[in-house]
């Protein structure tokens, strides 16, 4: 019997098969059809000759992700670096957002889940700002800061806050009571308590959040990055679409999704060794 994990990597294999081949032929020439609309073609930077498509085949976009790996931290100036330097920036970035976001979401997390007036009284403010959308803030963010990438990690810190805050909250509130209640019948302090009892049992819903965090900040940053420029993978993917480099979008789009997936999978080995630890 073949293991499970081996099937499933063979289906994975076959389906990117599939998805490559169809990719290629998609994107060959047409001919017969006289190629596409020459104002079309220049503005895309490729000859309308011979029909020659404007969206790059896997074999192009293959040869760019090498030249890339060949050279991925090299800086010829503000507007020519190398996509290692983009993604170390935006990388750096989310994590700065990141941890401020952790610094304040667990401990008032923890606030608002053991005591029901905080929680009442933090309820309204919690439900107004969780909906607004992270770009919102960067047009006031600038203005207040004036400073690109200090903004972007507060547009960060906005997005991965809610996930976490939440999470703790209710983490924390569904601690069981009984526990508690030994706990304060033993005489253990509030503050042994929190860590020896309740943390533990509320931290795989907290770990949840941070994952659900981290996701977000991620996907949050290519769009700040796009607003604020200068560096970033988000203004890499701007800056080529503005000089018709579709490869290099192509190319910045997989690497951001690697990262994000990446990201997860470490808050997830986490989260997974907390709930079921080895």
Known sequence: MVPLSVRAALLSLALLTVFLVGWHVAVLPDSSAGGMDPEYAALMGKAAAG????????L?????????????????GPNDRGIGLH??????RVLAGYTLAVAVAIPLGFVVGLSPLFSRALDPFIQILKPISPLAWMPLVLFTIKDSGLSAIFVIFICALWPMLINTAF??????KEWINVARTLEVGGLRRAFSIILPAAAPTILTGMRISIGIAWLVIVAAEMLVGGTGIGYFVWNEWNNMSIANVIVAILLIGIVGMI??????????????PE
């Open 171 to 176: 983490g924390v509130s569904s601690v069981r």
């Open 51 to 58: 029909g020659q498509s404007a969206v790059p085949g896997p």
């Open 60 to 76: 192009e976009v293959g040869k760019v992700i090498w030249h890339h790996l060949s050279q991925p931290f090299y800086d010829n």
């Open 263 to 276: 990201l997860d999978q470490m808050l997830g080995r986490v989260a997974r060794l907390v709930t079921f």
């Open 87 to 92: 993604l170390i920036v935006s990388i750096g």
